[in-house]
């Protein structure tokens, strides 16, 4: 059975960073292009960012941009968005994703197989 794991969220003050990762059970994620979309409470559902699967390029909203990073650990079968400079507004629930093909609109959800079950990240004031 094909999982998604998405673990590191929790409670940062603002200006500070967290690290999520995303780890694929059932499936090999280098296979996949991947991306982490967030959910806050009231708001819609928005892209945060993603990584191809052809050639490793990455792709940013623009809230996160120069911020967040997305990167890929194929040893650990983990793909993890790092999140730095963050404010009140980046606390949401954020999911990773997986596409077995590069989608030609990264920031549109049903282009996206597979889902995670979320991680909760609340940035205080």
């Known amino acids: 059975q094909v999982r998604l794991v998405e673990s590191g969220g929790g409670l940062v003050q603002t200006g500070g960073s967290l690290t999520l990762s995303c780890e694929a059970f059932?499936?090999?994620?280098?296979?996949?292009?991947v991306a982490w979309f967030r959910q806050a409470p009231g708001k819609a559902f928005g892209f945060v960012g993603g990584v191809s699967r052809k050639y490793g390029g990455t792709y940013y909203g623009d809230s996160v941009k120069g911020r967040f990073t997305v990167s890929r650990d194929n040893a650990k079968n983990t793909v993890t968005l790092q999140m730095n400079a963050q404010t009140p507004e980046d606390t949401a629930v954020y999911y990773c994703?997986?596409?077995?093909?590069?989608?030609?609109?990264?920031?549109?959800?049903?282009?996206?197989?597979?889902w995670g079950q979320g991680t909760q990240v609340s940035v205080s004031s």
């Open positions: 059932g499936r090999t994620l280098g296979n996949y292009a």
């Open positions: 994703a997986t596409d077995l093909m590069d989608p030609s609109d990264y920031d549109d959800p049903s282009d996206y197989q597979t």
